[in-house]
């Protein structure tokens, strides 16, 4: 062997040895190592709360002890209110996927979801520990609570029922999953400027981190836009095949806020889509000097989950808005079928995988996207993808009005998404190949029900596309359905007898009593014995026995008292308005300012009540009932009639509050800037709350459910869910009013053919008078209102003035009858149980969905497993039976608690084998 040689082989064992030296532990997979890690549950006693306050605190934030203020205790509680919900939504998750269970996957566009942090801690059932744990840091839980800002990424009842809806889904263990956008900003901040009119400000919401809200940094998927289609013909079936080639791309990321039920250890899921470039930066542009353009993509990609729309009632009608619509359906249908083939499913079993509801028309792509999918990518037949197609989805209807029924041009949806367009007219002809055979009427029929039509341009009726590519779709009250069904959409229900079903809308219990009145909560509770009304509330019927019960109706009058007190310190502090507080009524009206909602009918009344007084000696001031109107809703900013409403109700407001004469009889109050915070101390202080709509106007309302479970009265129309609130707490316990929904368009007809003007009674006359005297401002500003309710008065305004002002006497005369008042008041909430979400939601699974619950059970204690409660291994007692009961556990893929601990144990138990077999 030369000497070169013998040198290279010394080297070559010398590298030998250095590699081998690298590594000093064997490097070996152990699959329960992790799943031992992850085993233990975090602490919940007080103690352990605080040292994982402090630990985010100084880890998460980063603060420190001098910096320890209320907002880091805020951010540092949430964090740790994060980690018990991972915990149980990574449990949850498995679960449901060991059981291939059927869940619901609900797109909306918007979520009104309130605050997080005091829902989260009440169904965690943990208050009482955190107040402990925070008391220590000398903070009450109550201010911390406050701390928290109000994501508003919705407009109004169509978003907030969402948000029920998850409460609900979570709390009675249904597999589940909401999808939605996660804007940049949410809905404006209104506030209102010197001459009382709406202001409107950014709301950026993302300012400060929000704890609750995980992003998924994982979960990437790419959208397309725009582009070509290639057609090619199939080398298996020769058939021909189409391709779309987008020539834009997105990229839709997820971020997770995990939604915690009330009393249980399920945890769901809202997926919220937020829209990313595909290249953040343009280098070759930023090279060159151009750094405007060198960002532009990634401005265009931001934009699409920029903003909220701020409309409620209404369509947008702008192409960001439908790029926002098909970004939330293609990135919720992606995660969809890669959560089904994740569990080695095909995609013929998406039907029996998810059950996807079409909150309103905003997601009505989904339709299309997934028959593209299902043809172009899947390879399906047409026959096979549109049969899944319709198996999957179902739409809910939250509105009639026309204006807000969407339609989209052709020209748009051709531009923007070739291949949909295409899908769309295929799909149309085919339906309407079968609606010729049954049109007797020229092609009449064919016409009115082609989701294509031809008016001021080509648009697609999104609620008729809607319509046949579900298997059911539901309105939102018993009459709006009616509604649907026979006029609206007539044809399709005649055409598809079985698809149409009614599900009443619902409020989730836990937010809008348990959380928002909590004595009102407690009081109930000791009074019925049990709480089990928070689960399943149709146990508030036994409430009836105590309705004339003088003790128990003083309790309750005590706790609305208390409710008020808390408005009125909000109000003073706020508006700096001192207001009267005991004997004096609560009327409060909020919403979205809208035509229909009349809250201008309200502040004509107001208007009439202040000039009654104004009349009235001192003696008979004397007997008035003093009453606070209160009046909160923001009005979109396109919506310039809503906007002068707003101004007209702070002139109004401005005057009667200044006046002397009237002093404290009689309050007109503006609220700026309502949300769900806001609803949640007003709703508790509310003795009766107006829900004045055009008969036949609203769909449901939903704010009407929740003052009737907080014992405040309704003075209201014979329309959405007030019917049935009537009929659920008596009619004689409700203030209704007018005429029915049937009778309007006579009406209307008449204010047409004879004018308005003509009919109106003449106390409304004289106070559009009043108003054109310049009483209340400048005429000019409100000569619209007033021409409008001359002239066609849609709204009909004029018609019901006269009932209306009666029934608000009615009700201020009962006022002064408090035994009545109460009795009212306290029967009110106890034929409320059916208006819980849950009672809704349980509709939705059988009639519509087809899921059920699947709740994670639980272990009381680990002497279940077999053993004491501070097993260890020590001993070395593994007796066979207890390695049996553990595989079995495992086997079986029992709860929560068993899949973390049973893991720990197995690791144990190798550890020792390993260790025997060393020895
Ligand atoms: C609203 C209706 C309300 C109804 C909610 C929830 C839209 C389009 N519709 O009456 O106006 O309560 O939906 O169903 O926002």
Not at 261 to 274: A, P, Q
Not at 281 to 295: Q, T, Y
Not at 678 to 698: F, K
Request: glycine letters at 6%.
């Amino acid at each position: 062997m030369s000497n070169n040689e013998e040198k290279q082989k010394k080297i070559n064992k010398l590298v030998e040895e250095l590699e081998r030296s690298k590594q000093k532990y064997k490097i070996e997979k152990k699959p329960l190592l992790v799943e031992n890690l992850l085993s233990p549950y975090l602490g919940s006693d007080f103690k352990n709360l605080q040292k994982q306050i402090v630990y985010h605190l100084e880890h998460t934030l980063p603060r420190n002890t001098k910096t320890f203020e209320s907002f880091g205790t805020y951010l540092a509680t949430s964090y740790t209110i994060r980690d018990r919900l991972l915990q149980l939504s990574h449990d949850t998750q498995k679960y449901y996927n060991e059981k291939k269970v059927k869940q619901a996957c609900y797109i909306s566009i918007e979520y009104l979801m309130g605050r997080f942090l005091r829902n989260a801690v009440l169904n965690l059932n943990l208050e009482e520990k955190y107040e402990q744990a925070l008391a220590g840091f000398g903070y009450a839980l109550e201010d911390i609570y406050d701390e928290e800002q109000d994501p508003a990424l919705g407009n109004g009842g169509l978003g907030r029922l969402a948000a029920c809806f998850l409460d609900t889904l979570a709390t009675h263990n249904y597999p589940a999953w909401g999808y939605g956008l996660r804007y940049n900003y949410g809905l404006f901040r209104q506030s209102i400027g010197s001459e009382g009119e709406q202001v409107e400000k950014t709301d950026v919401w993302l300012q400060f981190p929000y704890p609750f809200m995980v992003e998924n940094h994982f979960l990437r998927i790419p959208i397309g836009f725009y582009g070509s289609i290639e057609t090619y013909v199939d080398e298996k079936t020769k058939g021909t095949r189409f391709k779309w080639h987008p020539s834009e791309y997105v990229i839709a990321q997820a971020n997770d806020i995990l939604i915690p039920g009330y009393g249980t250890d399920n945890t769901n899921t809202l997926r919220l889509w937020s829209c990313r470039p595909i290249e953040e930066l343009d280098f070759d542009k930023f090279s060159l000097g151009d750094f405007k353009g060198a960002s532009e993509k990634r401005l265009d990609a931001e934009n699409i989950t920029n903003v909220l729309y701020p409309n409620d009632n209404e369509v947008a009608g702008k192409e960001l808005r439908f790029k926002q619509q098909y970004f939330l359906v293609a990135a919720t249908l992606h995660d969809i079928i890669r959560r089904l083939k994740e569990q080695k499913r095909t995609i013929y079993e998406l039907p029996d995988f998810a059950a996807v509801q079409l909150n309103d028309t905003h997601p009505t792509l989904a339709i299309p996207e997934l028959l593209r999918i299902l043809l172009d990518e899947e390879m399906l037949t047409w026959d096979e993808a549109w049969d899944i197609t319709q198996r999957t989805f179902s739409y809910t209807n939250h509105t009639i009005l026309p204006e807000a029924l969407e339609r989209w041009p052709v020209k748009l949806i051709s531009h923007l998404l070739p291949r949909h367009m295409q899908l769309i007219e295929a799909i149309n002809w085919k339906f309407l190949e079968k609606i010729r055979k049954i049109d007797k009427n020229n092609g009449e029929l064919t016409k009115k029900m082609s989701l294509i039509e031809n008016s001021w341009d080509t648009l697609v009726r999104m609620a008729w596309l809607a319509i046949v590519g579900s298997h059911k779709v539901n309105g939102v009250s018993g009459i709006h359905t009616n509604i649907l069904k026979n006029i609206v959409f007539q044809d399709f229900h005649s055409f598809y007898p079985n698809k149409f079903v009614n599900v009443t809308n619902g409020v989730t219990p836990r937010r809008w009593l348990h959380a928002c009145n909590p004595q009102l909560s407690e009081l109930i509770t000791s009074t019925l014995k049990s709480n089990d009304w928070i689960y399943d509330l149709s146990h508030l019927s036994k409430l009836r026995e105590y309705a004339g019960n003088e003790d128990f109706q003083l309790k309750w009058a005590a706790i609305k008292l208390f409710n008020k007190k808390k408005l009125q310190k909000y109000v003073k502090k706020e508006l700096n308005i001192e207001i009267g507080c005991k004997d004096v009524i609560y009327d409060i009206q909020i919403k979205r300012i809208h035509e229909y909602k009349r809250q201008l009918m309200n502040v004509l009344a107001s208007i009439h009540f202040y000039f009654q007084i104004k009349k009235m000696n001192e003696e008979e001031k004397k007997k008035v009932q003093r009453r606070v109107s209160f009046i909160a809703g923001k009005a979109a900013p396109g919506y310039l009639v809503a906007k002068k409403i707003i101004k007209l109700i702070n002139h109004v407001s401005k005057v009667i509050n200044n006046d002397p004469e009237i002093g404290d009889l009689f309050k007109v109050i503006y609220l700026p800037n309502y949300s769900v915070t806001l609803a949640e101390l007003l709703i508790p202080a509310t003795d009766v709350s107006e829900h004045i709509s055009t008969p036949g106007c609203e769909a449901s309302g939903t704010s009407n459910m929740k003052f009737v479970l907080n014992g405040g009265l309704i003075l209201g129309t014979l329309d959405g869910a007030n019917l049935e609130i009537m009929e659920n707490s008596g009619e004689e316990n409700v203030f209704a009013f007018g005429i029915t929904s049937k009778e309007v368009p006579e009406v209307k007809q008449r204010n047409i053919e004879q004018g308005a003007w003509n009919l109106m009674p003449e106390e409304l006359q004289e106070i559009l008078g009043i108003i054109e005297e310049g009483k209340f401002g400048e005429v000019d500003e409100f000569r619209g209102l007033l021409e409008e309710l001359k002239g066609v008065d849609r709204y009909i305004t004029g018609h019901d003035f006269i009932p209306y002002i009666k029934e608000l006497d009615n009700v201020m005369s009962t006022y002064q009858n408090p035994q009545k008042w109460w009795k009212m008041s306290i029967l009110g909430c106890a034929g409320s149980g059916w208006l819980s979400s849950d009672r809704t939601i349980k509709e939705y699974a059988e009639k519509i969905w087809g899921i059920k619950p699947c709740p994670l059970p639980k272990i009381e204690s680990e002497k279940e497993l077999g053993f004491g409660s501070s097993f260890t291994l020590k001993e070395k007692q593994i007796d066979q039976k207890k390695v049996n009961i553990i595989k079995k556990l495992i086997k079986d893929q029992k709860t929560t608690e068993r899949f973390r601990r049973v893991y720990s144990i197995m690791y144990q138990i190798e550890e020792e084998n390993e260790k025997d077999e060393k020895n």
